[in-house]
Each structure stands twice: as structure tokens, then as C-alpha cells.
């Protein structure tokens, strides 16, 4: 049998990493074409000789070169710029895209090798955010499958197969709380860069990490489960349980509970998705309830994440407003990474952004994208705003 033929778009972050430790594991069914990166053209160019990829896109055109004498003496197809995601998500020498990149920035590529009908691995959860509705409606009609990585959406993914879709009753995303699960309102105020970076589960990128201290990542969770299983907003509830042993949970009709239950390891979702629908032998570590012991769970604090309740409602109303919530979200991460704002403020920029936003119902991929780019310079004229204000 032919190997699986696999592009990994973002194959030096953390998800990236993660995923080629897996496909070492996999063995030679499972073969890497194509590996990018935003920037890293060290790594970059290390993957690319270790797994022979056939092409490699950098998507800051800024390092083609120093990257091309880096990959000089290899046979390799070298790709630069923003659109060489796209090229590399089409092309015909691949069967499986993971989408690994980080932010909205994934959302052309994933859209191109859904129109391709590919076999989608998604964790970079942004585009299903944005256009959850263009994107699973183009899967649908060109014959593609996603196959979710996101943990939780995994963990439902393999939970939904003990019933019907119509016999689901409710989805429960759980979520391990991030570093403030027991902070209030007042005590996030003045949270340092540091301690929300500082995970207690998962050790991840930076935008996934702040996204899980300010709980937006679950907001950004909610909305990628609506579209991911058709389920309406009323049927998605979140639940704390601090341990991340229990992926999430569906419950059905008939009161039963199925739940996913693993390690807390990305190896597990990506490999399930590389080898869906089978089940092998993989490396992550085995789960001993014994040494666990005691699983707990809490309602979240929804007076300390507001970005949660907001979440929900985003999911609700449609349209435009999850690419604003997102967005400004993006935005305001970056400008917090970059020491420019304080942790509150990136809930703060997202309602801003929501509030001003006049949302438009029935929405096209030039809307979508337009709502985007509006709330990222709102984002960013605020910020030289709170920076005035502070000097
Ligand atoms: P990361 O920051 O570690 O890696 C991001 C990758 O994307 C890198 O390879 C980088 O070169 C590339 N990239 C960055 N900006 C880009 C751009 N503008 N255009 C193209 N490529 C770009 O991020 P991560 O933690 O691996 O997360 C990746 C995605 O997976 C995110 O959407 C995140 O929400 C999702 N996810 C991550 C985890 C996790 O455990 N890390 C879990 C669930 C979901
Ligand atoms: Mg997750």
C-alpha cells in the first residue's frame, strides 16, 4: 500500500514538533511532503533533511534566502510567502493536511485544501472559528473529512461514535481552568506576562497558553464544537476539572456518558487523527488511574472569564462576530506578549470590538476577512491608547 502522503503547515511549533514525534513512531506508512514555518529556518531546514520533505514553504518571505542556502544541497521544492501555504495545502502529492499554524493567518490554506477534498487534521482552531460555516459546508461538498486534534474535539470526535448524532444531548467540553482557576475578577488585574504564561497542564505555543490563562481559548472551543458537530449553542456546556485526564464528554438522550479519557499529550489526538479510523500502538504515556487517584470537577468562574460567557453568546449571534471576537483576541495577545498591555485588557479589547462591531448576518469570505482586519487596528489603536494614557 501507498504510504499516507502528509503536509504539516507550522511543522516547528508546538503541535508541529509534537506531530512528527508521533509520524517517527508511525513508521514508513506515513510520509512527509511538505513542512512550513513562519520563521524558524534553522528548524525548518533540519526537518526538512531529517524527514527528505519534497517541499518546504517559509511564510515570511524575509528568510527565503538565508533558508534556501540552508536547504541548498537538498532536493527540495522551496516555497516563500504568505500564499505558499496555500500552494503547499493543494497540492496534488498530499493526502492528509495538519494544520498546525497559529491564528486566522491559517484560514486561506485550510479553506484551499478543503476545496481540494484532502483529509483535514485541524488544531489550528482559529479558521473553524471565523468561517466555521464556509469551511465545514466546502469539506462537505468536496468530499474532505476534518478530523478534529484540538484535544477536547477529539475526545468528542471518538465519544460521538457510541451513538447517533440525533441521540447526542449535550457536549461537555471540560477545561483544566489555566493558571488563575482560582483567581477572581480583582485578583487577575495586575497578573504578570509570566505568570500567565506559566501553564499548570499543557505546555504549548504563547497564544494558545494566554488564550488558556484568560480562559478564551474554551470561548474559541465553544464555537469550533458548533461547527465541528453541527451541535446547536444551547447543547455545549464547560466544566473544570483541573486533572485534564477526561477529555471532554457527550452525554445522550438516554442519560448515558461517554467520555475520552488519556494522559494530558497532544501525541494522543494527533495520532488518532493521522490514523483515523484505526487505533495503533503509540508513544504516549499509559494512563494509571491508580496514581491519579481522584478526578475533580467545578463549575467554571464566569464573573473571572468573561471571554467564556462571551463565547457562548458569539457562537449565538453568528455572522461576523466570531472572526471580531477572534481577531481582537489575536491582536491583543500580541500586543500583551509584547509588553504593551495588561492582561485585563485583552478581555477588555475583545468587548470593545464587539460592542462597536455592527454584525452582519449572512457573511462571505470578503466579509469575514474584512471584520477580521477591522478589529485587529481597532485592537492596535487602543493599545498606542492605554500606552498614552500610562506614559
Ligand atoms: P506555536 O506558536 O507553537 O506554532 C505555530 C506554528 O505556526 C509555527 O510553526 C510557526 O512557524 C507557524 N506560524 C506562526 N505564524 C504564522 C503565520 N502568520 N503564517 C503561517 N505560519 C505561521 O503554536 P501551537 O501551540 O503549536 O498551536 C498551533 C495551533 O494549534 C493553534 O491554532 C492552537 O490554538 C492549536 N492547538 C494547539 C495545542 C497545543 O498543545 N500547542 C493544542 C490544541 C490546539
Ligand atoms: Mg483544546
Not at 502529492?93 to 478543503?114: F, K, S, W, Y
Not at 474559541?220 to 486533572?243: Q, S, T
Request: charged letters at 25%; one cysteine or more; a negative charge.
Amino acid at each position: 500500500m501507498r504510504p499516507k502522503r502528509i503536509a504539516i503547515l507550522g511543522s516547528t511549533g508546538s503541535i508541529g514538533k509534537n506531530a512528527l514525534r508521533v509520524i517517527d513512531a508511525l513508521g514508513p506508512e506515513y510520509e512527509i511532503v511538505a513542512l512550513t514555518a513562519h520563521s524558524n529556518i534553522e528548524l525548518l531546514a533540519e526537518q526538512a533533511r531529517r524527514y527528505k520533505s519534497r517541499f518546504v514553504a517559509i511564510t515570511n518571505a524575509d528568510y527565503a534566502t538565508r533558508l534556501s542556502e540552508l536547504v541548498g544541497d537538498l532536493d527540495v521544492e522551496l516555497l516563500a510567502g504568505p500564499d505558499s501555504l496555500v500552494e503547499i495545502a493543494q497540492l496534488e502529492e498530499v493526502d492528509i493536511v495538519l494544520t498546525a499554524v497559529v491564528g486566522a493567518a491559517g484560514l486561506p490554506a485550510v479553506l484551499a485544501a478543503a476545496r481540494k477534498g484532502k483529509i483535514l487534521a485541524i488544531a489550528n482552531k482559529e479558521p473553524l472559528v471565523v468561517a466555521g460555516e464556509l469551511l465545514t459546508r466546502t469539506v462537505k461538498e468536496n468530499g474532505g473529512i476534518i478530523l478534529p486534534v484540538d484535544s477536547e474535539h477529539s475526545a468528542i470526535f471518538q465519544a460521538m461514535q457510541a451513538g447517533s448524532r440525533e441521540e447526542v444531548s449535550k457536549i461537555i467540553l471540560t477545561t483544566s481552568g489555566g493558571p488563575f482557576r482560582k483567581a477572581t475578577a480583582a485578583d487577575i488585574q495586575n497578573v504578570t506576562l509570566e505568570e500567565a504564561l506559566a501553564h499548570p497542564v499543557w505546555d504549548m505555543g504563547p497564544k494558545i497558553t494566554i488564550d488558556s490563562a484568560t480562559m478564551t481559548n474554551k470561548a474559541l472551543e465553544v464555537i469550533e464544537a458548533h461547527w465541528l458537530f453541527d451541535m446547536p449553542v444551547e447543547k455545549i456546556e464547560v466544566l473544570v476539572h483541573p486533572e485534564s485526564i477526561v477529555h471532554s464528554l457527550v452525554e445522550f438522550v438516554d442519560g448515558s456518558v461517554i467520555a475520552q479519557l488519556g494522559t494530558p499529550d497532544m501525541c494522543f489526538p494527533i495520532q488518532y487523527a493521522l490514523t483515523y479510523p484505526r487505533r495503533v500502538t503509540g508513544i504516549g504515556k499509559r494512563l494509571r488511574l491508580e496514581e491519579i487517584g481522584k478526578l475533580t470537577f467545578e463549575k467554571p468562574n464566569l464573573e473571572t472569564f468573561r471571554a467564556l460567557s462571551l463565547g457562548f453568546e458569539v457562537a449565538r449571534m453568528g455572522g461576523t462576530t466570531a472572526a471580531v471576537f477572534n481577531a481582537a483576541n489575536e491582536a491583543a495577545v500580541q500586543e500583551f506578549l509584547a509588553g504593551r498591555i495588561k492582561f485585563v485588557n485583552i478581555i477588555e479589547s475583545i468587548e470593545h470590538c464587539l460592542n462597536k462591531h455592527s454584525a452582519k448576518t449572512s457573511v462571505s469570505l470578503e466579509e469575514l476577512l474584512e471584520a477580521d482586519a477591522w478589529a485587529r487596528k481597532e485592537v492596535e489603536k487602543r493599545a498606542k491608547e492605554h500606552k498614552s494614557i500610562r506614559a
